[in-house]
């Protein structure tokens, strides 16, 4: 996906800054990107998630597509994406979803593994042995640490 740039100074100067010229340049660039039926989600600090929002629901586009406006996630860029990616309010909008699911197992390990909990494995040998027991409940494979 391109880099979109908005032309747009901010709060404190005032210009001819057509936002929803901007707003037609995002829906072209997502258009190309997104499946029939996708849910788009739409987060970040300010006023402009609403307008995007409201523009979104006028736009063709909407037909297919329903989109999750949410609110309290108030940076932007990679760190409001890290925190959206962290939040419950992710969760609870993707509870269906493979990558929640996996979010969520990942999750729960790193916090068995920081309580050295006995309900956790790590390694080949002490994988298997738990699973002649049956007491594997969740599996993460990784090549890396």
Known sequence: MPNIYSGSSGKRYKTSFNIEKFFDQV???ISSSIKENDVLIFFGPGETKKKFGNFFQKSPISKNHKFELVEGI????EDGI?????S???????????LA???????EIMLRANKKSRKFTMGF?????ANQFGAIESLIFSDKV
């Open 27 to 29: 829906l072209n660039a």
């Open 74 to 77: 108030d940076s932007g860029g």
């Open 82 to 86: 890290y925190i959206f990616t962290k």
């Open 88 to 98: 419950n309010i992710m969760k609870e909008i993707m509870s269906e979803s493979k």
């Open 101 to 107: 699911t996996v979010s969520s197992i990942i999750d």
């Open 125 to 129: 040998e002490e994988t298997q042995k």
